[in-house]
């Protein structure tokens, strides 16, 4: 294993030549080349692997003289090797891959090994061949003496085998059935709780470090255990069926970790390492009582199954079929199994073939069933029956809440807070894959997409989304072959096919977010239906690389970095082949962020993708939402170029609510320039697939606030506002319609400082300028300086020709002011020069319901719901317009639309039940509570309300009632007074 070790880096290379030679010769179907990278790997470990699964049977045959005593030393041999493992795991997850990098340690742990061949070497040349057989011997005659039996006698009772050989034989099939029930667990139990705990390189390591130290104290334990009592195939019975109850028993534990995890964080402040130690401990929680059981198992096992003298050959009889049966289970689980039922019933499924495999044992033991033992298999049996009876279906909202994520969130709420948090968002969609779990959510007019409880993509993120798609294809001058790593909800391929592209290639890892991506059409505008798009379901990094196709662009947007996995499309070698896949002239646009993250990985972020791309410039969509955009060439951004493609409608849609309502606009997101990138970046680590700097050091910033530092950090690096420009006439700095659209694009990215200083440049060329002093009106409103605004927005009437938003921007800052009707008078003027914009409609609406002009502004508000097809303020507003002044029936059917479009809108029921009861409609009000609380079981809310109507018709039993199932539901009002009164009257 040691000199394999050694050989490690260059069989990795060879395996990833092979690999791309075999796919580029033969194109395999998805099948075929999931077999060949099986076989691949098969390969080159099976030499390692076949070595290590030999030191096993070889200890234990070298420790076991005695067959009773086999038990005792497999129990500590084996606890003891998988403590090494936990150490291992620890050592790696942890520290080692990250301070010395991932070949490095595979040859520290080669030395390792040499130092053990050594050690036992010199062990055997001192002690010489027949130390073994002199404790047999001496413990033979230790036996002889104590059972009075002769030397023959003893021979030939170890020799007589104690099971039927087709026993023996069911026994080994159930042994691995066994290890893939465990590996099952392992691989279920990993995935929730990734998105319960979290899906970084430290959570995985931490969940890996729980599952196998609880295996190797349960071996420990069982050595200790097995001193005392007659170790036998009923115990292996009773340690199935402990596992099976355990795991059901654990089930209801998952829905409550998302918000204790939040309330340690509130106790624990900012501590990652302290926050890591809480998820080893709710790990423990969930794994520790059954994977005690799995441990005491194997030894267990080859007590019972030992049936001569030829120990060794049993232990790796046993071992082979266990391990044969863990590389099965895990297999099977992650592609076959939770794909296709998902991940609860894969563990209730694990747990019933513990029961099965109990059972079996059970009524095959040679033993006499004599009374004793059939109790206590039937106590351990209907044990079993009971936890599983209490097994309750998970809160798909609470285990993907993404409190791991975003526990400040939570932090200072309580459990009936939480779950009121929770009961806010609709879930439109849930599906367990073979490499995540994606989710489809709904909160008002919000629907995000998340992959194991992380959003990746949202309807209040589009504008980042598509600007990603927008800025490569803006400054390549003519891209035809466009590549996007990674769908998300489709809105930057949808932005990529706003040009007049030839074949738009993406490529998602995850089956299940392909099948997401149809709840946000409104955005993505069906984009997967264009016949130039091709999907292929890969990793990106693994897609670039397998595949010759060149591309003028590649857009890469993944996940963050902190997550497993993730970091890898942010290393040298993934960067150095997209460069390989870009066609002369090509750009690479890659995405990151600045929250959570140390000003160190922004650096190594940046030099990394500087060490292969020569001209890097960086772009922002609203920080902390950044972009890299590089080229092997100088960059030259042509204006005449963007100009002209910003005719596109698709383009002038998607941008100009964000403050880019022109080619101009558009430089407000540029930010630093090369020579400033390398500066910002000098003396940076890079990261690379041997040093994985930024996959350990991300998660470590995941719960800090680093957002604003990080944008002074990257600021005092910027020079100059612009980059340079060609193709623009008069130049920048003399342009004044250039400096006002990028100070109007820097105020919707609310860099005001940003914006001040592009318009003092603005001022020196014309002062009174209309479009200088409009944008400067804007800025003054944003500042909270509405004096300063309503006159330089007065000033900016008078240009021509008439700006739309002159009047709009004016009508807010009057209406701010008191002033309804001048502000009602400039929001008309606006609508009268564009008709139906939805803010300006909003804008005048409210300035109508502020002047008690309700019919109109109730007739406005529903004109902006009828554009947009929904949205949620309006239908708001009118609600309360029709609650203030219309009779019943309509106060009814406002109700009823809010609870259709946004049915998990908790006060659109309570509204329309307080209303019945104002009207003495009781019966209907109670029906209403009802069934607040059928669609809300966890709050206590509809219990309340139902419990004052019954107050109110003087049902004094009914009322209690409700009353204690509110207390059931939220504990804490059981301290209320006026419930203590209610309850004691």
């Not at 053990?116 to 061949?129: H, L």
């Not at 049936?307 to 232990?315: A, F, Q, Y």
């Not at 039940?913 to 966890?938: C, H, L, T, W």
């Amino acid at each position: 294993m040691g000199v394999y070790a050694f050989l490690t880096p260059w069989v990795w290379k060879a395996m990833e030549s092979i690999y791309i030679i075999f796919y580029q010769a033969f194109e395999p179907s998805f099948l075929r080349f999931g077999l060949f990278k099986f076989a691949i790997v098969f390969v080159a470990l099976f030499v390692p692997t076949f070595l290590m699964g030999g030191t096993l049977p070889v200890v234990g045959k070298y420790l076991v003289h005695r067959q009773k005593d086999t038990a005792k030393l497999i129990g500590l041999l084996y606890a003891l090797n998988t403590l090494g493992a936990v150490l291992g795991v620890f050592l790696c997850g942890f520290f080692l891959l990250y301070l010395i990098g991932v070949w490095q340690t595979v040859v520290f742990t080669g030395v390792f090994n040499l130092i053990i061949f050594g050690a036992c070497y010199s062990y055997a040349r001192v002690e010489g061949k027949n130390f073994s057989s002199e404790i047999m011997n001496r413990a033979d005659q230790e036996d002889e003496v104590k059972s009075g039996l002769s030397h023959s006698q003893k021979a030939q009772r170890s020799l007589t085998p104690t099971l039927h050989p087709w026993i023996s034989y069911l026994l080994s099939v159930l042994f691995g059935i066994s290890g893939a029930v465990s590996m099952m667990y392992e691989v279920g139990w990993t995935r929730v709780l990734a998105m319960v705990l979290g899906s970084s390189v430290y959570a995985f390591s931490t969940m890996l470090v729980t599952f196998l130290l609880g295996i190797s104290l349960g071996s420990y334990l069982f050595s200790r255990f097995s001193r005392r009592v007659a170790v036998d195939l009923m115990t292996f019975s009773v340690l199935q069926w402990l596992t099976a109850c355990f795991v059901f028993t654990g089930f209801n534990v998952f829905d409550d970790l998302p918000y204790y995890f939040g309330r340690f964080y509130g106790w624990f402040g900012r501590s990652v390492w302290a926050l890591e130690f809480v998820k080893f401990l709710f790990s423990s929680l969930v794994m520790f009582p059954p994977t005690l059981c799995i441990g005491a198992m194997f030894a267990c096992f080859i007590h019972v199954f030992q049936r001569s003298d030829s120990l060794g050959r049993e232990v790796g009889t046993a071992y082979f079929s266990n391990t044969l049966g863990t590389i099965l289970g895990s297999a099977l689980t992650g592609f076959l199994i939770i794909p296709a039922i998902g991940i609860q019933a894969t563990l209730i499924a694990a747990a019933v073939l513990n029961v099965l495999i109990g059972g079996t044992v059970f009524l095959i033991q040679p033993q006499k069933f004599y009374r004793k033992r059939i109790v206590w298999g039937l106590s351990a049996f209907l044990l079993v029956i009971v936890s599983a009876s209490r097994v309750q279906a998970w809160d798909r909202m609470a285990i993907t809440s993404g409190t791991a994520i975003k526990p400040m969130n939570v932090a200072n709420l309580s459990k009936r807070d939480f779950m009121a948090y929770l009961s806010e968002k609709e879930n439109l969609f849930y599906r367990e894959g073979s490499n995540s779990t994606v989710s489809v959510d709904r909160l008002r007019d919000n629907i995000s997409l998340s992959v194991n409880a992380k959003v990746d993509a949202s309807v209040e993120d589009s504008f980042t989304q598509y600007l990603l798609g927008h800025l490569p294809m803006l400054l390549h001058p003519d891209p035809k072959k466009v590549l996007v790593i990674g769908l998300g909800s489709g809105s930057t391929l949808a932005a990529v096919a706003s040009y007049p592209v030839e074949t738009m290639d993406c490529v998602e890892i995850e089956q299940e977010v392909i099948q997401a991506s149809t709840f946000f059409t409104k955005i993505n505008r069906n984009v997967l239906d264009d016949r130039r798009v091709r999907i292929y379901t890969n990793d990106g990094r693994n897609f670039l690389l397998i595949r010759p196709d060149l591309y003028d662009v590649i857009i890469s947007e993944p996940s963050n970095p902190w997550m497993a996995g993730v970091a890898n499309l942010f290393s040298y070698e993934h960067y150095q082949t997209m460069s390989r896949r870009l066609n002369p002239g090509g750009i690479v646009c890659q995405w990151f962020h600045g929250y959570s993250m140390a000003p160190a990985d922004i650096q190594m972020i940046v030099r990394t993708f500087r060490q292969v791309f020569k001209d890097v410039t960086l772009w922002t969509s609203y920080y902390p939402d950044m972009m890299l955009i590089g080229k092997s060439e100088k960059l030259v951004v042509d204006f005449n170029q963007i100009q002209h493609k910003f005719g596109l409608s698709s383009v002038q849609k998607d941008l100009a609510p964000h403050g880019i309502q022109g080619p101009e606009g558009l430089f407000a997101s540029f930010w630093l320039g090369s020579e400033e990138l390398e500066r910002l970046s000098q003396g940076a680590k890079i990261t690379s697939d041997n040093h994985p700097y930024l996959e350990f050091s991300a998660p470590r910033n995941l719960y800090k606030d680093m957002l604003h530092g990080n944008f002074v950090f990257i600021g005092s690096y910027r020079k100059s506002l612009w980059p340079a420009i060609v193709n623009l006439e008069p130049a920048c700095a003399k342009n004044q319609k250039f400096l006002n659209e990028m100070a109007r694009g820097f105020i919707a990215k609310r860099m005001y400082q940003e914006a001040q200083t592009v318009l003092n440049i603005s001022r020196e060329i014309d002062a009174n300028n209309p479009g200088y002093q409009e944008v400067l009106g804007i800025l003054f409103y944003k500042i909270d300086q509405p004096q300063e605004a309503a006159n330089c927005l007065s000033n900016a009437d008078t240009g021509q020709p008439p700006s739309s938003e002159t009047f709009y921007d004016l009508g807010l800052v009057l209406l701010d002011k008191g002033r309804h009707e001048e502000a009602i008078a400039n929001f008309r003027q606006a609508l009268v020069l564009a008709p139906g914009h939805t803010d300006y409609l909003k804008g005048l609406a409210d300035a109508l319901d502020k002047a008690g002009q309700y019919p109109e502004a109730l007739a406005t508000y529903d004109q902006i719901v009828k554009i947009k097809e929904s949205d949620f303020y309006a239908t708001m507003k009118m609600a309360e317009i029709i609650f203030k002044i219309a009779p019943l029936p309509q106060q009814i059917a406002i109700s009823k639309v809010l609870m259709t479009v946004y049915p998990r809108y908790l006060p659109a029921y309570i509204k329309l039940g307080e209303a019945y009861e104002a009207q003495g409609f009781n019966s209907q009000a109670m029906d209403v509570y009802q069934f607040v609380i059928n669609r809300f079981p966890k709050l206590s809310t509809g219990y309340l309300h139902l419990s004052a109507v019954y107050d109110k018709i003087s049902q004094k039993d009914k009322l209690k009632e409700m009353v204690k199932k509110a207390i059931r539901m939220d504990p804490s009002l059981a301290k209320n007074k006026e419930i203590i009164k209610i309850l004691n009257s």
